[in-house]
């Protein structure tokens, strides 16, 4: 097979994570291995920039800057929650490509993102524009499908039960059997964010918190809940409640009122926590609730971010890269863990339809029979993916991140109306 | 002078904060040199631990268990918000003292905290019980008069500006003019944790986050913060906003409904931040405000805390113990800043009810024109305070924290019921 020679383009969608750059870092340090790519460019603001041309020169930035881009939050080149919808627009993507000469494009982000990047690869191959479209795999939420997880994963959830530990030193000391402590964590239609809060228990300490998990996949019950809480208020100081944005009463509705839908159609958020606070409040005379929310907090805290997670989002990127390299394309990267005991991963592909049309649930099998809390099957799938620190820099006494350059790419085209 | 020979007693009160056990190892450390103390016993949970007589052996604990308190938040030795009234109570605690012959008596805690033991040290002078009593300032607050700064302080405020640059990333990439992010903090009757998020802009970078800083001080205004809003997201991709929980209109009301009052008659809060939001998703259309609500999380935020601060609790533990053995009593250690340019930092001490009574403003003229930001002068002031990192160990990719011992000092007396 003849190399496909051309340029590159990556851009990044979606929620930013933790590592999402680390991928980026990847797919920058395996591009310059191979001379079949000419031009490393980043797409801005995810398909918003494509459709706008604003591409940058990402060969021009400093090797220190695509380092940094391992531990620094957020989404270094933007992204965007646009979804391509019209016809148009899908002409206008593959007109920008041809004009830059873009033969490899790599897309990272979650299952709508990787629909598009579906959806743009199936467009060129219709217009007969060769062209490799690979996606790279991320979302905190870990709901793709095909992949053992998601980088963004490990990261989040070695955050929130390094705030649980946190939280258990001030508990044990402020609690005298009447402090419930709340903590609101991410999770739109899956536990599997709450549910990594069950790591900060210490290995036969089953009384340590998070004493209750509230998650999606458990329809909620008030009554049930003020039992589970009066019964570790009885044994423990304090009762710490860790609980998804997403929870659900037992017809399927939200418990916290709906906010509002955003691009793609999905209902935001916010107020399961204070809910719960207020059961508690009214249910438990002499209690008193605390709410914590961590919001946006979480999936930005790079501080505490995972380093096995960062290494596996950089090696997805450079995954794709050589997948695509090597001839593959309308794929996603996967990560596939090994079956020995010593935990490992490795990358794979699997079809970008594939990903693009999955949702993958927490197995019900890994919740206990109290539903409040995650068995060993749990334990063993996620303790590995929070293993190692990364270390951020910090000057004056505070964090320093990357900053790209940004050097434009000339635009070739005609401003288009998004 | 005649060394005064006796034991030791240590006890922590109020909100923990991420460096209140560095001042108990301070004392720990510090006792051990001074012959003239005999036993060092730590009281749990504040005054309802010296009541009823539960104290612990802390010469007993390991100095790697003394050590790791430097890194652990919360506090260790629990604390209480109760407060003493009844005179019987008081009396109790006297006869506590004489049966442990407790003369050397150190009370980490803010204000409320430093009133209980000026009560203590009077009725025992009262009674002819020589003792001495030294008070060590503690507060995320930073509301203790006569002290330069409260220990703990400076790791709050290590933290929120750290979470500020993590948040900035995110943004930056999320961010079309469209997006508003409201981070509430602590701070019941000021903003100085509020005005510390202003530590998180570079040098030189005024439009860096936090973009609005909604202090207590400056009577809140509707209006006047949807235009800021709107002025904001004219400039930036997004408009981030710091909210201090108590933050009031100009009548002097809070802005967010009151959740409450605690032992001490303090209104609790809670719903700045979601006020605010909620502000201006009706008042700015096409605009999405998220709120984060750190809560307890910040003063238990021991991974992201301040070396200067830790170092400078556990120099003013040690400061208390050194004060008493060369005969002070009714005092209170305060930290004095050195005049030259380099930080630098010593301690003295004050009286008690100096300290007791007063509350420390946040000066109105470190509060730039706008109202919603802070000058140099703030910025002089504490960002010598948010100086180096701690270390805090992972195992197995989760914090580890020092768990004391707890070996128990036979109780001497009857019960009490409290």
């Keep these: 097979m003849a190399d496909l020679v051309g340029n590159l383009l990556v851009g990044q969608s979606g929620g930013p994570t933790a590592v999402i750059n680390s991928s980026i870092a990847g797919v920058v340090s395996e591009a310059l291995n191979h001379s079949c790519i000419e031009e490393?460019?980043?797409?801005?603001?995810?398909v918003l920039g494509i459709l706008n041309e604003e591409f940058i020169d990402l060969a021009s930035e400093s090797q220190q800057t695509i380092r940094a881009l391992r531990h620094t939050p957020g989404a270094a080149l933007g992204t965007c929650r646009f979804k391509l919808k019209k016809q148009q627009d899908f002409d206008r993507v593959l007109e920008v490509f041809k004009a830059h000469n873009i033969r490899y494009f790599f897309y990272a982000g979650g299952n709508d993102s990787q629909d598009t990047a579906d959806k743009i690869s199936k467009l060129a191959q219709q217009q007969g524009w060769e062209m490799r479209v690979i996606g790279i795999p991320k979302t905190i939420d870990n709901d793709l499908v095909a992949t053992d997880h998601c980088p963004g994963y490990?990261?989040?959830?070695?955050?929130?039960?390094?705030v649980v530990r946190e939280l258990a030193c001030d508990h044990q000391a402020m609690g005298q059997g009447?402090?419930?402590?709340?903590?609101?964590?991410?999770?739109?239609?899956?536990?599997?964010?709450?549910?990594?809060?069950?790591?900060?228990?210490?290995?036969?300490?089953?009384?340590?918190?998070?004493?209750?998990i509230a998650l999606p996949e458990v329809?909620?019950?008030?009554?049930?809940?003020?039992?589970?809480?009066?019964?570790?208020?009885?044994?423990?100081?304090?009762?710490l409640v860790v609980v998804g944005e997403g929870l659900v009463d037992k017809d399927g509705n939200y418990v916290a009122t709906a906010a509002g839908t955003d691009a793609?159609?999905?209902?935001?958020?916010?107020?399961?926590?204070?809910?719960?606070?207020?059961?508690?409040?009214?249910?438990?005379?002499?209690?008193?609730?605390?709410?914590?929310?961590?919001?946006?907090?979480q999936r930005a805290a790079a501080i505490v971010a995972s380093k096995t997670d960062s290494d596996e989002a950089f090696m997805a990127g450079a995954a794709a890269v050589k997948a695509a390299v090597n001839g593959e394309t309308d794929k996603c990267v996967i990560l596939i863990?090994?079956?020995?005991?010593?935990?490992?991963?490795e990358t794979a592909t699997v079809?970008?339809?594939?990903?693009?049309?999955?949702?993958?649930?927490?197995?019900?099998?890994?919740?206990?029979?109290?539903?409040?809390?995650?068995?060993?099957?749990?334990?063993?799938?996620?303790?590995?993916?929070?293993?190692?620190?990364?270390?951020?820099?910090f000057e004056s006494g505070l964090p320093v991140f990357a900053k790209l350059d940004k050097v434009a790419v000339d635009k070739l085209l005609q401003p288009y109306e998004v």
């Design 178 to 212: 009447d402090l419930v402590s709340v903590l609101e964590v991410m999770g739109r239609s899956a536990g599997w964010i709450a549910a990594g809060a069950a790591l900060a228990k210490r290995r036969d300490h089953p009384h340590d918190p998070p004493h209750i």
């Design 351 to 393: 079809s970008l339809s594939e990903i693009a049309n999955g949702v993958k649930k927490l197995p019900r099998e890994w919740i206990n029979e109290d539903g409040v809390s995650m068995n060993f099957q749990f334990h063993r799938y996620a303790q590995p993916l929070i293993q190692g620190e990364t270390h951020v820099p």
């Design 40 to 46: 490393i460019y980043g797409g801005l603001n995810g």
């Design 337 to 345: 863990r090994g079956d020995s005991e010593q935990y490992s991963c």
């Design 264 to 297: 793609f159609g999905h209902v935001q958020l916010g107020g399961a926590g204070e809910f719960l606070a207020g059961l508690v409040d009214q249910g438990i005379p002499g209690v008193k609730a605390r709410v914590a929310k961590l919001g946006i907090v």
């Design 219 to 239: 329809p909620f019950d008030n009554e049930k809940f003020l039992e589970d809480v009066r019964r570790v208020l009885k044994r423990e100081k304090y009762c």
């Design 154 to 162: 490990g990261s989040v959830i070695k955050y929130i039960s390094s």
